[in-house]
C-alpha cells in the first residue's frame, strides 16, 4: 500500500443539475477539500485530490483507488454551499455500491461532510464506508491515517474524537471534532487545483460572458451567526459558529490567484461576508493598494450595509452582491426564524446606486406560503427588475431545525433518495406548504424563474447593462426547460 490519503469528489452532475450541468453550471474547486489537503500535508502526509476536472466515470475512480492502493481513501460529501453535502449524497453512495463490489479491497475509506456529520449511522449503512468523520475533522483525519499506519484495528480508534464506524456489529460514535483555530490552517495549494480547470457561474460573467475561466474562490469566514431554521450551514461544525479569518491571510490568497494565475473572476464563499464590520476596511484598503482588476461576488445582508462601504467594495471589483430575501412576507418568515428588512426598497436603491448588481435569492414553498405569497414575492422581484433572480424551492435538510421539526409533526417522512434535494434535478421533490402540494411548488418555481428571465424589461436592462452577447445566452438558457419526475405529464 502506499502511504498517502486520496480525497475525492464524486461528479454526479449528470443527475443533479439536469440540464444545466453543461455551459450553464459553475465549475467549482472543492475549498472543502483543498484546506483538508493543505492540513495532512502540512503534518507530513502526502494527499492526492481527485475532482470532476479529471473527468473519471464511478467505475474509472474504484479502478484507478485500487491501482493505487492508499491507506485513506476519503470521499468528500460537500459543494459550493452547505446545503450541497445532502444532494451530493447520491454520488457518494453510487460511488460505493460500485467500489464496494470487490471484496478484495484493503485501502480504508471514509466520508466527510455536514450530512453525514448528521446522519452518521445511516451513511454508515447506505455506503459501506469504513469511517465517517464528524465535524470538521482536519486533526481527526490525521489521526486516524497514524492510527491506520500503526494498529489498523477499527476498536482502538474509539480514542480518537470526530469518528462513528462499526466494530464488531457495534455501532461506535466518538462525538464531533474539535474546532480548529482557523488562521493556523494552510493555504490552498493551487498548484493542485489550477484555476484555468475551473468556472465561474454565468451571471457573474454577465458582460464578458466568454470569459469564465480561470476561476477562484476564496473564502475569509466559516459559519453564520444567525439561525433561520431552514439553513444548514453550521451542520459541519456541530453548534451554531462564525469565525473569522485574517485578512492578510486573505489577500495573500488573491495575490496568489492574481499574480500567478491571472485570476479575474473570484467568488468569496463565506455564507455571510459583506457587513458593517472593520474587516471590510481592511479588505478594501489593501486591495486598493493593489489596484487588481477583478470581477468578485459575495453574499451579503441587507440589514448590514452602507453606502460607503459598498461603493469602497465596488472600487475593488465586488461586482455582484448576493442577497438572501426568501420572502417579503413577514408570516412567511416568521415560520422559519427569518428577520425581514422593513427597507428592503431603500437598501436596494443603495446597492443599485454602488454599481453592484444584485443576484437575489428568494424560497418558493416555506410552510405559510401559498399563491398569494409567492406571488407577491415574484412581484417584488420583478418591480426591481434584478440582474439575476434565484428561486429555490424549499428542502428541509438534516441537521437544520426545520427537518428535526418537519419529522416530528409528521410533515415530512425520512428521505430515501437523496437526489429529491436537487434543485435542477430530475427527481427534485422540494417541501409542501400548508396550502400547496410540493408539486403545485416545483410547477410554479421552474414557470417564473422562465417568466422572470424572459421579461422584456429585464432583457432591456441586461442589454443596456451586460450587451447584446449576455442577452443572447440568457435567452438560450429558458429555452431549455428543466425535466421534473413529479411535472410529467403536466
Not at 290 to 303: I, K, S, V
Amino acid at each position: 500500500m502506499k502511504n498517502k490519503i486520496i480525497l475525492l469528489t464524486v461528479n454526479a452532475k449528470r443527475t443533479l443539475y439536469g440540464v444545466t450541468c453543461d455551459e450553464l453550471s459553475a465549475i467549482q474547486p472543492n475549498i472543502t477539500m483543498g484546506l483538508l489537503d493543505a492540513y495532512c500535508k502540512s503534518k507530513g502526509i502526502e494527499v492526492e485530490m481527485l475532482d470532476e476536472t479529471r473527468d473519471f466515470s464511478i467505475p474509472e475512480y474504484c479502478d484507478y483507488i485500487r491501482q493505487e492502493a492508499p491507506i485513506l481513501a476519503g470521499v468528500i460529501c460537500s459543494g459550493a454551499n452547505p446545503s450541497s453535502s445532502t444532494m451530493s449524497m447520491t454520488g457518494v453512495i453510487k460511488f460505493f455500491k460500485e467500489y464496494n463490489k470487490n471484496s478484495c479491497i484493503k485501502t480504508t475509506t471514509f466520508v466527510y461532510g455536514g450530512h453525514p456529520s448528521v446522519l452518521p449511522e445511516r451513511t454508515l449503512k447506505e455506503t459501506g464506508s469504513d469511517y465517517i468523520i464528524i465535524g470538521e475533522g482536519y486533526q481527526t483525519i490525521v489521526d486516524l491515517y497514524k492510527f491506520l499506519t500503526s494498529f489498523g484495528c477499527p476498536y482502538r480508534a474509539k480514542n480518537i474524537k470526530g469518528l462513528a464506524f462499526y466494530s464488531n456489529e457495534n455501532y461506535i460514535n466518538t462525538g464531533f471534532s474539535d474546532l480548529i483555530d482557523i488562521n493556523t490552517l494552510p493555504q490552498v495549494d493551487w498548484t493542485k487545483t489550477p484555476p484555468n480547470k475551473y468556472r465561474a457561474h454565468n451571471w457573474h460573467c454577465f458582460g464578458d460572458i466568454f470569459n469564465r475561466t480561470p476561476y477562484g474562490v476564496i473564502w475569509t469566514t466559516l459559519g453564520c451567526p444567525h439561525n433561520c431554521s431552514f439553513c444548514c450551514i453550521n451542520n459541519i461544525f456541530g453548534k451554531r459558529s462564525y469565525r473569522m479569518r485574517d485578512i492578510d491571510k486573505v489577500i495573500e490568497e488573491i495575490d496568489i490567484l492574481v499574480t500567478k494565475y491571472n485570476v479575474k473572476n473570484i467568488k468569496i464563499l463565506d455564507e455571510l461576508f459583506i457587513i458593517r464590520h472593520p474587516r471590510i476596511n481592511e479588505f478594501c484598503e489593501a486591495l486598493e493598494a493593489r489596484d487588481y482588476d477583478l470581477n468578485m461576488w459575495a453574499y451579503g445582508r441587507t440589514d448590514s450595509l452602507d453606502f460607503k462601504m459598498l461603493k469602497r467594495l465596488k472600487k475593488v471589483g465586488l461586482n455582484w452582491m448576493s442577497c438572501g430575501f426568501e420572502s417579503i412576507d413577514q408570516k412567511v418568515l416568521n415560520s422559519v426564524n427569518k428577520g425581514y428588512n422593513q427597507k428592503y426598497d431603500e437598501v436596494i436603491d443603495m446597492i443599485k446606486d454602488s454599481g453592484i448588481s444584485i443576484c437575489a435569492d428568494f424560497i418558493a414553498g416555506l410552510w405559510e406560503d401559498n399563491y398569494n405569497t409567492m406571488q407577491a414575492t415574484y412581484d417584488f422581484a420583478c418591480k426591481h427588475n434584478f440582474e439575476w433572480l434565484n428561486i429555490y424551492p424549499c428542502f428541509a435538510y438534516p441537521g437544520t431545525p426545520m427537518y428535526n421539526e418537519y419529522l416530528k409533526e409528521g410533515r415530512i417522512i425520512e428521505p430515501e433518495d437523496w437526489s429529491e434535494y436537487a434543485l435542477y434535478g430530475y427527481n427534485c421533490k422540494p417541501l409542501s406548504t400548508k396550502y400547496l402540494t410540493a408539486k403545485k411548488v416545483l410547477k410554479w418555481r421552474d414557470e417564473k424563474f422562465v417568466s422572470y428571465h424572459s421579461r422584456p424589461e429585464y432583457l432591456k436592462m441586461i442589454t443596456e447593462k451586460f450587451g447584446v452577447d449576455t442577452m443572447a445566452h440568457i435567452l438560450a438558457m429558458v429555452q431549455n426547460p428543466l425535466k421534473r419526475r413529479i411535472l410529467e405529464n403536466e
